[in-house]
């Protein structure tokens, strides 16, 4: 048996060579970093840096699961970073309470008569959500002074939400350009609805402080940042592996026919909605997870975050490093935030036309737009697809 | 011998246009029948009924020793009580290898974790093996399907339905854009199916429809014109008027 099961993982590493660069490539990359990362003590990597690119491998990992739900099953989803956002609020509401909780407990200690439970509460309520003009603690954060149960919230209320926006959509047949104008409009309504100040989750100030780990007081950032890097490192790496798997065998030949033709694959007698249905709400987790280590990294999550726009950059990150190849979707998406982060922060220098001065920061999205048009007319197989020449010349 | 498809009275109406019209057929198991007719006699809209792809305004389709009716049933349901289906237009996965496609139709467990977990047999790579001789892509397992010639794709086609090992086959004019001699071996797939089986084929050429030798059915305008012998339904006054007078 147990040999069995090897025979089968090695069969599908063979069959997968780029699983193996893959996991090659990104054994190498956390290297490197860690190596040159200040919490190391070599300092060549700021720790800001460090954070950044662990976020990109978050950023990665959504467009991985983005791939999974587009290219190789058709469902052009345009709300799989609203599941991220709530995977980062989930996980914020924790790190907030227990944070707020240690600070409260700490500064009451001094006081003559020992603070009661209650007061306790309510100090930490007055604290969050003080700045939305409330003191009282909203019936959602019932579970956040528990990080198991926080933890659970992660993957529960976006799959949740996946689940039965899912069941509803495909079961009435809703495909195509239809199916993502209701995703939009889902991840629209959600944003729209955490905007406001009273939805229990602070309104437009979002949740603030998330890299002070509650417990790790004591941990310099540079050293949280190293971790959180190999987390999201972690991650990235089984959920391609998962991915992987998950693509390669029957069921991804099955999801791949639904892509090229769901009406045919119906006559085979596959249920067509429930493959839909399994790969929406697990893609929709898997994306929530990567935001849960995010956000941690960011420091900060606020409703902007879920805004319908951010939804269409990842659909632009894997349509640019080409669909239908799991690592098309990982360079996609470490290429264009990376590249994204550099000319919105200043990194770029302008370019002076004499009569007119560009501005990256102004102009990185112009770039950006001609760049996603440029490669679907032109490589419509993505950066991705310059791998296939490559294979094909060997 | 009962009925194994009972379709009675059934009618569709498209946008005002009557395009099946009070049809009831009969099919037993085993048995090979030729449904022909002239364009637009609804031969395919017959089958989109009897696969739930259409559903139709009034009569009844009734399944199986039990009568169950199909009416109610989603097209994957039909599909699993043994209805399998090849299109007039070849419909196979082009992105996918010959042998994926097959593996895909053939007879096993449909539920997405069963198939996530699922892994080849050495019973099914046989099946496949087989199939793929039967016809004639023993050869081209691992080849793209979208790669195959028009006339093996309809075989692919129907190597697809032969994995599936319903109890009805539909076939949706099987030899259309084949030479004559893969028409022949196309009869004689057809023929040794319908052995223990219940075939339907539509087919537009007489003498492929001669080769099959078997009962045959003629729609006009949506409804039975006769029934019978090849023979026997060529002598028809009303036959020989509407289809083969022209
Ligand atoms: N989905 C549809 N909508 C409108 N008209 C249809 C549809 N399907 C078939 N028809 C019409 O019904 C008639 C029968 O078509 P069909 O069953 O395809 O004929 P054939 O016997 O050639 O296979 C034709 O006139 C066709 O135009
Ligand atoms: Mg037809």
């Known amino acids: 048996m147990a040999r069995s099961m090897n025979a089968r993982r090695t069969r599908f590493l063979a069959e997968n060579p780029s699983v193996l660069w893959f996991l090659a490539g990104l054994s190498c990359f956390v290297i490197a970093v860690t190596v040159l990362a200040e919490g190391s003590g070599v300092s060549i990597l700021s720790t800001s840096m460090v954070k950044v690119l662990g976020m990109t491998l978050?950023?990665?990992?959504?467009?991985?699961?983005?791939?999974?739900?587009?290219?190789?099953?058709?469902?052009?989803?345009?709300?799989?970073?609203?599941?991220?956002?709530?995977?980062?609020?989930?996980?914020?509401?924790?790190?907030?309470?227990?944070?707020?909780?240690?600070?409260?407990v700490e500064s009451l200690s001094q006081a003559l008569i020992p603070p009661t439970p209650t007061e306790i509460k309510d100090a930490i309520a007055t604290q969050i959500f003080g700045v939305v003009g409330s003191n009282e603690l909203p019936l959602i954060w019932g579970f956040a002074d528990s990080l198991t149960l926080q933890l659970l919230m992660v993957v529960l209320v976006p799959g949740l939400l996946a689940l039965v926006f899912g069941w509803l959509a495909f079961r009435s047949r809703v495909?195509?350009?239809?199916?993502?104008?209701?995703?939009?409009?889902?991840?629209?309504?959600?944003?729209?609805?955490?905007?406001?100040n009273d939805t229990g989750l602070r309104g437009n100030n979002g949740l603030s402080g998330l890299q002070n780990i509650p417990g790790l007081e004591?941990?310099?950032?540079?050293?949280?940042?190293?971790?959180?890097?190999?987390?999201?490192?972690?991650?990235?790496?089984?959920?391609?592996?998962?991915?992987?798997?998950?693509?390669?065998g029957k069921f991804g030949s099955v999801i791949r026919a639904v892509r090229d033709n769901e009406a045919r694959v119906r006559f085979l007698g596959y249920h067509v909605e429930s493959y839909k249905l399994v790969v929406f709400t697990l893609t929709a987790v898997v994306s929530a997870l990567a935001?849960?280590?995010?956000?941690?990294?960011?420091?900060?999550?606020?409703?902007?975050?879920?805004?319908?726009?951010?939804?269409?950059?990842?659909?632009?990150?894997?349509?640019?490093?080409?669909?239908?190849?799991?690592y098309g979707a990982v360079i996609g998406a470490a290429v264009v935030s990376l590249a994204s982060s550099w000319f919105t922060g200043g990194g770029a220098p302008d370019i002076?036309?004499?009569?007119?001065?560009?501005?990256?920061?102004?102009?990185?999205?112009?770039?950006?737009?001609?760049?996603?048009?440029?490669?679907?007319?032109?490589?419509?197989?993505?950066?991705?697809?310059?791998?296939?020449?490559?294979?094909?010349?060997? | 011998?009962?009925?194994?498809?009972?379709?009675?009275?059934?009618?569709?109406?498209?946008?005002?246009?009557?395009?099946?019209?009070?049809?009831?057929?009969s099919i037993a198991e085993p048995e090979l029948r030729a449904v022909i007719g002239p364009n637009g006699a609804g031969k395919t809209t017959f089958m989109d009924i009897v696969t739930g792809k259409t559903r139709p305004d009034k009569g009844k389709v009734?399944?199986?020793?039990?009568?169950?009716?199909?009416?109610?049933?989603?097209?994957?349901?039909?599909?699993?009580?043994?209805?399998?289906?090849?299109?007039?237009?070849?419909?196979?996965?082009?992105?996918?290898?010959v042998g994926d496609n097959l593996a895909m139709a053939l007879r096993n467990r449909r539920e997405p974790f069963r198939v996530l977990f699922y892994r080849r047999s050495d019973a099914d790579t046989a099946r496949i093996r087989e199939i793929a001789e039967e016809i004639g892509l023993a050869d081209d397992l691992p080849r793209r399907a979208g790669d195959l010639s028009h006339g093996q794709k309809q075989w692919l086609e129907i190597g697809m339905l032969l994995a599936q090992d319903p109890r009805l086959l539909l076939v949706d004019e099987p030899a259309a854009g084949m030479t004559p001699a893969e028409r022949e071996h196309t009869t004689d797939i057809l023929k040794r199916a319908a052995r223990t089986r219940a075939v339907v084929v539509i087919?537009?050429?007489?003498?492929?429809?001669?080769?099959?030798?078997?009962?045959?059915?003629?729609?006009?305008?949506?409804?039975?014109?006769a029934e019978g012998s090849l023979d026997h339904v060529t002598q028809n006054q009303q036959v020989i008027d509407v289809y083969l007078g022209r």
């Open chain 1, 218 to 248: 004591a941990w310099p950032q540079s050293t949280l940042a190293l971790w959180f890097f190999w987390a999201s490192a972690l991650a990235l790496g089984v959920g391609y592996v998962l991915f992987a798997w998950l693509v390669s």
């Open chain 1, 58 to 104: 978050c950023l990665c990992l959504v467009a991985v699961a983005m791939d999974v739900v587009w290219g190789y099953c058709g469902i052009l989803s345009l709300g799989h970073f609203a599941f991220f956002g709530l995977g980062g609020y989930a996980i914020g509401m924790w790190l907030m309470y227990a944070r707020t909780q240690g600070i409260i």
């Open chain 2, 1 to 25: 011998m009962t009925a194994l498809l009972e379709v009675s009275g059934v009618s569709v109406t498209f946008d005002g246009f009557r395009a099946i019209n009070n049809l009831s057929i």
């Open chain 1, 291 to 326: 935001g849960a280590l995010y956000y941690p990294q960011a420091g900060i999550i606020n409703p902007a975050e879920i805004a319908p726009i951010a939804s269409i950059y990842l659909a632009v990150w894997v349509a640019i490093g080409g669909r239908g190849r799991l």
């Open chain 1, 175 to 196: 495909t195509g350009v239809y199916l993502s104008i209701l995703t939009q409009a889902m991840t629209l309504a959600l944003s729209l609805y955490l905007f406001q």
């Open chain 2, 203 to 225: 087919e537009h050429d007489m003498e492929f429809v001669r080769r099959l030798d078997c009962r045959v059915t003629v729609l006009h305008e949506g409804s039975v014109l």
């Open chain 2, 62 to 97: 009734l399944w199986g020793e039990r009568s169950v009716s199909l009416l109610g049933m989603s097209e994957s349901e039909i599909a699993r009580v043994g209805i399998g289906r090849k299109f007039q237009k070849p419909t196979v996965f082009e992105e996918q290898s």
């Open chain 1, 352 to 394: 002076e036309l004499g009569f007119y001065r560009i501005n990256w920061t102004d102009w990185w999205l112009v770039l950006l737009g001609f760049g996603f048009v440029a490669v679907t007319l032109f490589f419509p197989r993505g950066i991705g697809g310059l791998f296939d020449y490559l294979v094909r010349k060997s």
